[in-house]
């Protein structure tokens, strides 16, 4: 305990003397909490040394000088912060307690250097590059062990390539979402153009997803199951609504469904229906962008089906729509609705063709793009990030219906094991 307290004495020496050239006297900038924050170094220094000597039982000269150099780390990074602003000296206290705290924990203090690098070269990135970091750095491990044991290689390297090429696409999504406060979000979220632009979006992307999963679903399971002249070809155009520019797909329906067509004129006369400028224009345009999604989506479902269980169903009397809802139907469930909130949120989420064909009544994306055009990113910045809100809630949506079988399967466990 002597020498830990001379430890302690010389550490919270040396710190404190480099404190009291960056602080000067107290009618200087920071002087004033000279005292106080000195008292809290010691008060840290004393903590850290704590946690040190209670892991005697493992304490080795090699974890002395693992702790040692974890330690001078912390202050190296935090010191030209406190050069700067002398109040960041409260940072180091708390990153000091958190080290301490963290020290039986040698993969967790990783997330501590993590912030306080973050917080040293890209402090105008802080969250953004600490929580992308902090993600990266979670995936590290099963890499990590496979090149330390010499298992494998290639497959490491994907990993880190593939980890920093995803941190880079999703860097300017979390960086923007950091610069709005939920104190806007909930202001934009009072306006009334803001809630009738959330209220279309909503309804008409619903009804079409409604309406490519009625037609679309039968679609995807002829094209599995069945085969016919063209069917290639057809394979193929389903993807032509992704590769064809939106502008350009809102041209095509303005001149196929617009109010001086053959078409528009006849289903005007007839039916009341206007496609432009109406929500029936928002719907085609939505349709018509998000239909391959919810195809595509069905179709791996479908396949991967054993077409034997239909038959099955089919030697024990069932007929082909009764084979198909009661067992290949069920089994693809997943699949299908994966889709359908693909296809949902692709079809919420259209802007460009309907900037042609229905840009009236306004869409969430419209919305944003015309706050942008008048206010630049005063206005415009809190709707887009409720946009992108809506896109986080659509990924965990998938990604509960992914897990869904392992969730259930837990809770079956889990209740057979209770009785």
Same mark, same amino acid.
């Given at each position: 305990?002597?020498?830990?307290?001379?430890?302690?004495?010389?550490?919270?020496?040396?710190?404190?003397?480099?404190?009291?050239?960056?602080?000067?006297?107290?009618?200087?900038?920071?002087?004033?909490?000279?005292?106080?924050?000195?008292?809290?170094?010691?008060?840290?220094?004393?903590?850290?040394?704590?946690?040190?000597?209670?892991?005697?039982?493992?304490?080795?000269?090699?974890?002395?000088?693992?702790?040692?150099?974890?330690?001078?780390?912390?202050?190296?990074?935090?010191?030209?912060?406190?050069?700067?602003?002398?109040?960041?000296?409260?940072?180091?206290?708390?990153?000091?307690?958190?080290?301490?705290?963290?020290?039986?924990?040698?993969?967790?203090?990783?997330?501590?250097?993590?912030?306080?690098?973050?917080?040293?070269?890209?402090?105008?990135?802080?969250?953004?590059?600490?929580?992308?970091?902090?993600?990266?750095?979670?995936?590290?491990?099963?890499?990590?062990?496979?090149?330390?044991?010499?298992?494998?290689?290639?497959?490491?390297?994907?990993?880190?390539?593939?980890?920093?090429?995803?941190?880079?696409?999703?860097?300017?999504?979390?960086?923007?979402?950091?610069?709005?406060?939920?104190?806007?979000?909930?202001?934009?979220?009072?306006?009334?153009?803001?809630?009738?632009?959330?209220?279309?979006?909503?309804?008409?992307?619903?009804?079409?997803?409604?309406?490519?999963?009625?037609?679309?679903?039968?679609?995807?399971?002829?094209?599995?199951?069945?085969?016919?002249?063209?069917?290639?070809?057809?394979?193929?155009?389903? *993807?032509?609504?992704?590769?064809?520019?939106?502008?350009?797909?809102?041209?095509?329906?303005?001149?196929?469904?617009?109010?001086?067509?053959?078409?528009?004129?006849?289903?005007?006369?007839?039916?009341?229906?206007?496609?432009? *400028?109406?929500?029936?224009?928002?719907?085609?345009?939505?349709?018509?962008?998000?239909?391959?999604?919810?195809?595509?989506?069905?179709?791996?479902?479908?396949?991967?089906?054993?077409?034997?269980?239909?038959?099955?169903?089919?030697?024990?009397?069932?007929?082909?729509?009764?084979?198909?809802?009661?067992?290949?139907?069920?089994?693809?469930?997943?699949?299908?609705?994966?889709?359908?909130?693909?296809?949902?949120?692709?079809?919420?989420?259209?802007?460009?063709?309907?900037?042609?064909?229905?840009?009236?009544?306004?869409?969430?994306?419209?919305?944003?793009?015309?706050?942008?055009?008048?206010?630049?990113?005063?206005?415009?910045?809190?709707?887009?990030?409720?946009?992108?809100?809506?896109?986080?809630?659509?990924?965990?949506?998938?990604?509960?219906?992914?897990?869904?079988?392992?969730?259930?399967?837990?809770?079956?466990?889990?209740?057979?094991?209770?009785?």
């Amino acid at each position: 305990m002597l020498v830990g307290a001379a430890i302690l004495a010389l550490v919270h020496l040396l710190v404190g003397s480099a404190w009291a050239r960056i602080t000067g006297s107290a009618d200087q900038p920071g002087g004033s909490l000279r005292p106080q924050i000195n008292l809290a170094l010691f008060v840290a220094n004393l903590v850290v040394l704590g946690s040190v000597l209670l892991s005697h039982r493992s304490l080795n000269w090699p974890r002395v000088i693992a702790y040692a150099v974890g330690y001078a780390v912390i202050v190296w990074l935090l010191w030209p912060l406190m050069r700067i602003m002398p109040e960041n000296a409260l940072l180091l206290v708390l990153s000091l307690v958190a080290y301490a705290g963290l020290l039986g924990h040698p993969w967790l203090v990783g997330y501590l250097y993590l912030f306080l690098l973050s917080q040293r070269f890209m402090p105008a990135y802080l969250y953004s590059a600490f929580l992308l970091a902090a993600l990266f750095y979670t995936t590290l491990p099963p890499a990590v062990r496979a090149w330390h044991h010499g298992r494998e290689r290639f497959v490491p390297l994907c990993h880190l390539a593939g980890m920093m090429f995803l941190l880079l696409l999703l860097l300017p999504i979390i960086y923007f979402c950091t610069l709005t406060s939920a104190q806007d979000i909930h202001a934009r979220l009072k306006e009334a153009d803001v809630l009738s632009a959330l209220a279309v979006s909503l309804r008409t992307s619903a009804i079409a997803a409604a309406v490519v999963m009625l037609f679309g679903v039968p679609l995807a399971y002829a094209m599995v199951r069945r085969c016919f002249p063209g069917r290639a070809l057809i394979d193929s155009l389903i *993807d032509l609504p992704i590769v064809l520019p939106p502008p350009i797909a809102g041209i095509t329906l303005l001149f196929f469904l617009g109010p001086k067509t053959p078409l528009g004129r006849f289903l005007d006369q007839h039916f009341g229906l206007q496609f432009f *400028d109406s929500e029936w224009g928002i719907i085609a345009a939505q349709v018509f962008v998000g239909s391959p999604f919810l195809i595509r989506a069905s179709m791996v479902a479908f396949e991967a089906v054993d077409v034997r269980y239909e038959k099955v169903a089919r030697t024990l009397g069932a007929s082909t729509a009764s084979a198909f809802l009661r067992v290949t139907l069920p089994m693809s469930v997943r699949g299908i609705l994966i889709g359908t909130i693909l296809t949902w949120f692709r079809a919420m989420a259209e802007f460009g063709s309907l900037r042609v064909l229905a840009n009236r009544p306004r869409t969430i994306p419209v919305l944003a793009y015309e706050r942008f055009i008048e206010f630049r990113q005063s206005e415009s910045q809190s709707v887009a990030v409720l946009v992108l809100l809506l896109s986080l809630g659509v990924i965990v949506g998938m990604w509960i219906i992914r897990a869904m079988p392992r969730l259930l399967g837990r809770a079956i466990g889990a209740a057979n094991a209770a009785r």
